[in-house]
Structure formats: structure tokens, C-alpha cells
């Protein structure tokens, strides 16, 4: 709410993001029963908790990058080249902190070993980020979105906005 970086900042929802893991819980019935996986930051298994009525299974591989020196700093107050290097995402390094690169091993490291089966994995956008960049997406994924993938063939099947209708990402 505040625009403040808070990748490993571990925050609470805010009350849209509590009405969003609501609404976002609808969405899942559709796929039927659910492995269900988090982050170990309280806002992606709170978020969990919310939309399946389940505890997750926690793993630490699905936090979100790690802002290093700008945790905690206002977006708007970032220097526009600090900005542009987040938004371009996957050369990103944050000062001392993560690479985008380091991100996208560890996300893909937990999808890779996921047993066959569906799962609901909640998260973070730069986590999503990560795991959308090597099918060829570097699309920018808002809060309360469902991405759902077959990682298995490495393709995303659709996008799922609460409130709207399922959409294509868009390639890079």
C-alpha cells in the first residue's frame, strides 16, 4: 500500500490482497483437489490459506528476490535507472542482493522437483517472473493472478485474473 520493496519483507496482506486470495480461491475449484504450496512469507501462506482453506506445504524457494540494499525503499523514490533495470527484470541485480539469474535457479529448481500431480503454488510476482522467463515470457504478472502452467511440457496454458476472463501471455 505504501509502494515500499518487499521482497523478503515479511509483510501482511493488505485487505485487497485479502479479498483477492478470496476471490482467487473460486478460480481454483475448476482444477479439483490441489497439492498446495507457498512461500514461507506470511503474505503468499496467508494468501493460501484464504483461497484453498488449506495449511500449504512451505518452501523457502518461492520467496520472492531478494532486494538486498533496497528492501524497504518507496518505488517512487527509487532513481528511474534502478527502476527501469527492475522492470526489464531479467538482468536485474539487486545491490546486495539477488540476481534475477539466481532467482529463476531457485524457482526452477522447486518446479523441477514437484511431483507429477496439480499443485497450487502461491508466491510472488518476481517468483512468477522466474519461472515464466525461460518458457519465453517476461510479462509482468498483478497481484491476485492465476498463471497456469504445464511444467512438465514447459507451456503456459493461460493466465486467470480474478474478476476476468482467462487471457494469453504475451511472448517476448
Do not use: Y
Not at 512469507?41 to 494468501?47: D, I
Not at 502461491?122 to 517472473?129: D, E, M, N, P, S
Amino acid at each position: 500500500a505504501a509502494q515500499r520493496i518487499s521482497g523478503w519483507t515479511d509483510v501482511d496482506l493488505t485487505s485487497t490482497g485479502v479479498e483477492q486470495a478470496k476471490a482467487a480461491g473460486a478460480l481454483l475449484t475448476q482444477w479439483g483437489p490441489l497439492d498446495v504450496w507457498s512461500s514461507d512469507l506470511r503474505r503468499a501462506r496467508r494468501t493460501a490459506e484464504l483461497a484453498t482453506g488449506l495449511s500449504p506445504r512451505v518452501d523457502r524457494r518461492l520467496r520472492e528476490i531478494n532486494f538486498g540494499d533496497l528492501e524497504g525503499l518507496r518505488w517512487p523514490d527509487l532513481d528511474p535507472s534502478v527502476q527501469a533495470s527492475m522492470k526489464a527484470f531479467d538482468t536485474f541485480t539487486a545491490p546486495n542482493g539477488e540476481s534475477t539469474a539466481a532467482l529463476i535457479e531457485r524457482v526452477t529448481g522447486f518446479l523441477d522437483e514437484l511431483p507429477s500431480g496439480s499443485h497450487a503454488v502461491f508466491c510472488h510476482g518476481g517468483t512468477i517472473r522466474a519461472a515464466l522467463l525461460p518458457l519465453g515470457f517476461l510479462e509482468f504478472v498483478s497481484n491476485g493472478t492465476i498463471v497456469e502452467l504445464d511444467w512438465t511440457a514447459r507451456t503456459v496454458i493461460a493466465r486467470h485474473t480474478v474478476g476476468g476472463a482467462p487471457s494469453v501471455l504475451n511472448r517476448r
